[in-house]
């Protein structure tokens, strides 16, 4: 029902299952240093995905040992112009990737001694402050980490608008659209486009300079990164050479419009993959290209060495890049997906290789993760494994895990809270020892505990896959952490967030208010001609109005979240339908204060017969409930 959680891919790495195209070439055991494999291989595999996803377009970047062994466009910048995608001038949004700049940045000053990674990042902050909602003081490190305990807020123009003059200046934009903190530092990750615009702006306010610029000075013009840039729109002199995006709908492709990034530090680079070749192969030589260096070789391996992870077991996050894979060979890389573009980076440091691919179509999400996989598959494949055995007495601690889960990048406190339903997954007992992972939107796959609280999949196929589950402070079981996805962590929802439960009392409410129906239509019937006295009259009026009012509330929701356009228009900005919802959802509130007030004075003075009054206290008791629910989900007022 609730399709907007579709809007939420914003710029956040995930990883996928092994690919199918691995079977359309013989799989390595070494190295790329074949170019003519290598062309092939890629050329196999992305082609296969343009058809199928469908993308129009793509850009490949490989670098091994210093050098760009492999760079290739496939498909269309632009359909109409007929104009292909060329590696070394194709300009592509490369989404969170970007972030990799603004960590690179950060160490830079912090090898100066500018800045202090375990400094309070207030220390740094002259214009607004971050409060104290916690004793501890939220670092650079946890920034970096994306354990800065912030809540995800996404939508209503956080992240896209739709004019380059809607663009707020980034210090006014982090004060004005400041999150809430829900939790500690350093606990838990939560992937936080705020988290790495903040560390952007703290690079202005130490290097004295717009971060843009900051960038091009420190990292683009040493690595002769010309064709790359954060404007927003492209300047001229690029702007011919960027690729169109598209969404594919009814056997058509269709461009659409430029995306311009709010929080653009985090997401809002354009660049081709030869550009990114380049910065691959600084960081895989250590900060050193050609001869300059954007990073003292000691700094530059202390940002690629693990800074935090959730469990033992789970891949972790090092000074800005994810680790996609921990040995064997260690991966880390990062991803960055907008609407309409989606990127992967990986860099694989004791092979000295790197590989970059971007697409360019809203459906090629899972095309860029798979590429990638298929790529690790196809060069570093593993090796078979049993089917794995479940540890003995699993079957007695199963309902432990049970429940449903939320991801901890999720908005709490405004009306986004709604739109994490989407996001959840159910965790439920199987057959032979197993644990069903269900997501709400569909698809669901066995799990076998393999050891304490870590879990593999139960079909033994090869798979860098995993599960493992954290405990609470109480020692009761809350978390889940996803092995591929450092920054994927699952909570636990309290009682009062309940999918089963939330649905079963909506149903009761809106049980009870279609029973108010009966009211007017009693009134039609009744054979006396007496009146009803005027305080019973506007006791049903109050509790018969609140409970149309609510009815057509939840339609109104109901058709917001199923409608597309509606679902997009969401990242841009809150509509002027969702203000009228929640404007006659406070009045309802209102209407059923007053009648609870009026259920009193109905068994005080005893209106209408017994029966009639326990069915008056059942509503007013729905209403009261409705108007819990709205609270709870954060829909009682405007909370944007």
Same mark, same amino acid.
């Given at each position: 029902m609730f399709t907007l959680g579709l809007i939420l891919i914003f710029l956040t790495f995930s990883a996928a299952s092994a690919s199918p195209l691995n079977s359309a070439v013989a799989s390595n055991t070494s190295d790329p240093t074949n170019s003519t494999e290598l062309e092939a291989f890629m050329d196999g595999a992305v082609n296969s995905h343009l058809k199928a996803d469908p993308v129009p377009g793509a850009t490949v970047a490989v670098v091994k040992d210093g050098q760009i062994i492999f760079s290739k466009g496939y498909g269309y910048a632009d359909i109409d112009k007929r104009q292909p995608v060329v590696g070394?001038?194709?300009?592509?949004?490369?989404?969170?990737?970007?972030?990799?700049?603004?960590w690179t940045a950060v160490m830079q000053l912090a090898e100066q001694g500018k800045l202090d990674l375990d400094a309070d990042v207030n220390t740094y902050l002259k214009d607004f402050q971050i409060p104290a909602t916690y004793s501890r003081p939220i670092t650079l490190k946890n920034l970096m980490s994306h354990t800065s305990g912030f809540e995800d807020l996404a939508i209503s123009g956080r992240f896209f608008v739709h004019n380059s003059t809607d663009i707020m200046p980034l210090g006014e934009y982090l004060e004005k659209g400041m999150p809430a903190r829900v939790r500690p530092p350093g606990e838990l990750t939560a992937y936080s486009n705020y988290g790495s615009a903040l560390a952007a702006y703290i690079v202005e306010q130490v290097s004295g300079m717009p971060f843009d610029r900051y960038v091009e000075e420190n990292i683009l013009l040493p690595l002769d990164m010309n064709n790359t840039t954060f404007d927003q729109p492209l300047p001229a002199i690029l702007a011919s050479n960027m690729s169109n995006g598209y969404v594919y709908s009814n056997n058509a492709y269709t461009a659409k419009p430029f995306e311009y990034v709010q929080v653009w530090p985090a997401g809002s680079m354009s660049s081709t993959s030869e550009d990114m070749a380049k910065f691959m192969i600084a960081h895989l030589q250590n900060g050193r290209y050609g001869d300059k260096r954007i990073l003292q070789e000691a700094t530059a391996q202390q940002m690629h060495s693990r800074l935090f992870t959730n469990a033992p077991g789970v891949n972790g996050v090092t000074y800005g890049f994810l680790e996609i894979n921990p040995e064997n060979p260690r991966v880390i890389g990062h991803g960055g997906d907008t609407i309409l573009f989606h990127t992967r980076l990986a860099l694989i440091p004791?092979?000295?290789?790197?590989?970059?691919?971007?697409?360019?179509?809203?459906?090629?999400?899972?095309?860029?993760?798979?590429?990638?996989?298929?790529?690790?598959?196809?060069?570093?494949?593993?090796?078979?494994t049993p089917v794995p055995e479940p540890i003995p007495g699993f079957e007695k601690n199963v309902s432990l895990f049970a429940g449903n889960y939320r991801p901890t990048r999720s908005a709490y406190t &405004?009306?986004?809270? #709604?739109? /994490?339903?989407?996001?959840?997954?159910?965790?439920?007992?199987?057959?032979?020892?197993? @644990? *069903? =992972?269900?997501?709400?939107?569909?698809?669901?796959?066995?799990?076998?505990?393999?050891?304490?609280?870590?879990?593999?999949?139960?079909?033994?196929?090869?798979?860098?896959?995993?599960?493992?589950?954290?405990?609470?402070?109480?020692?009761?079981?809350?978390?889940?952490?996803?092995?591929?996805?450092?920054?994927?962590?699952?909570?636990?929802?309290?009682?009062?967030?309940?999918?089963?439960? &939330?649905?079963?009392? #909506?149903? /009761?409410?809106?049980?009870?208010?279609?029973?108010?129906?009966?009211?007017?239509?009693? @009134? *039609? =019937?009744?054979?006396?001609?007496?009146?009803?006295?005027?305080?019973?009259?506007?006791?049903?009026?109050?509790?018969?109005?609140a409970s149309m009012i609510n009815l057509l509330f939840l339609t109104g929701l109901t058709f917001l979240f199923r409608d597309k356009t509606a679902n997009v228009e969401f990242i841009y900005s809150v509509s002027t339908f969702l203000i009228l919802l929640l404007a006659i959802a406070l009045i309802a509130a209102i209407l059923a204060l007053g009648s609870a007030v009026f259920a009193a004075l109905a068994w005080k003075d005893s209106y209408w017969s017994y029966p009639e009054r326990i069915h008056y206290s059942l509503v007013v008791l729905a209403l009261l409930t409705f108007v819990w629910w709205l609270n709870n989900w954060n829909l009682l007022g405007f909370k944007f």
């Open positions: 070394n001038q194709t300009l592509f949004r490369v989404g969170s990737v970007s972030k990799l700049f603004v004791e092979s000295q290789l790197g590989l970059f691919v971007s697409l360019n179509g809203e459906d090629g999400e899972s095309a860029a993760n798979e590429l990638l996989q298929a790529f690790l598959d196809h060069y570093y494949p593993m090796s078979p &405004n009306f986004e809270k #709604l739109t /994490s339903i989407s996001q959840r997954i159910r965790i439920s007992p199987g057959p032979n020892s197993t @644990l *069903i =992972i269900s997501q709400l939107t569909g698809g669901s796959k066995e799990w076998v505990e393999v050891k304490q609280l870590t879990f593999s999949p139960a079909d033994g196929l090869p798979s860098r896959e995993g599960l493992v589950f954290g405990k609470d402070s109480q020692g009761h079981i809350k978390y889940l952490f996803i092995k591929l996805d450092p920054t994927a962590t699952y909570e636990k929802v309290p009682w009062h967030d309940d999918l089963s439960i &939330n649905l079963f009392l #909506l149903g /009761s409410c809106i049980l009870l208010f279609l029973s108010t129906l009966i009211w007017p239509i009693s @009134l *039609i =019937i009744k054979c006396s001609p007496s009146k009803p006295k005027k305080p019973s009259s506007t006791a049903r009026l109050f509790a018969g109005g």
